[in-house]
T-cell receptor, first 117, second 115 residues
């Protein structure tokens, strides 16, 4: 398996522009997570999907952020408009969630390094 | 709610020396515990996890961790480090039950192995 795939790997944009980050989870996984990593705040969960449905979006910073999962093999995280404080590394992770097996491992993608000027 | 404290932001250690990376957690419920490693420009990879049973957990790359419930700690150890262990290490917790078992990560500890 190719693992979790994220694109782009690097993104440089100007304040006010729309940014779209993409994620392809591991085939067969039914849970998907978006995280943001910064020096100051560490790794923060932004949103969690299970079976393509958003379950917990309490970590989404504000209305400028939105995430979708139209099918089991694709998810997007969009920032519109982007601001310099959004600069961070954004990770996507997937997991096979099975009730009978507690805490199956999350598999992380390589991340998208976003810089908003 | 859970929280994780990693007491050391950076740990320099000479090659072949032992290392311990400290992790303490707080939670009102019983938890699962994890250590992840992040190599430069890569995503996080699971090193080891404690779910139940023996409090000493062995992981990949010669790492092990010990769960101490009374001290709410889950310190990571390796008896002899290699240059290739240079990375950032994250301790994490999630509740045994309730909701979707959200994982909460610590701020990370950067391990620098000195030749």
């Amino acid at each position: 398996d190719a693992g979790v795939i994220q694109s782009p790997r690097h993104e440089v944009t100007e304040m006010g522009q729309e940014v779209t980050l993409r994620c392809k989870p591991i085939s067969g996984h039914n849970s998907l997570f978006w995280y943001r990593q910064t020096m100051m705040r560490g790794l923060e969960l932004l949103i969690y999907f299970n079976n393509n449905v958003p379950i917990d979006d309490s970590g989404m910073p504000e209305d400028r952020f939105s995430a979708k999962m139209p099918n089991a093999s694709f998810s997007t995280l969009k920032i519109q408009p982007s601001e310099p404080r959004d600069s961070a590394v954004y990770f996507c992770a997937s997991r096979m969630t099975i009730q009978a097996y507690p805490q199956e491992t999350q598999y992380f993608g390589p991340g998208t390094r976003l810089l908003v000027l | 709610a859970q929280s994780v404290t990693q007491l050391d932001s950076q740990v320099p250690v000479f090659e072949e020396a032992p290392v311990e990376l400290r992790c303490n957690y707080s939670s009102s419920v019983s938890v699962y515990l994890f250590w992840y490693v992040q190599y430069p420009n890569q995503g996080l990879q699971l090193l080891l996890k404690y779910l139940s049973g023996s409090t000493l957990v062995k992981g990949i790359n010669g790492f092990e961790a010990e769960f101490n419930k009374s001290q709410t700690s889950f310190h990571l150890r390796k008896p002899s480090v290699h240059i290739s262990d240079t990375a950032e290490y994250f301790c994490a917790v999630s509740p045994l039950s309730g909701g979707y078992q959200k994982v909460t990560f610590g701020i990370g500890t950067k391990l620098q192995v000195i030749p």
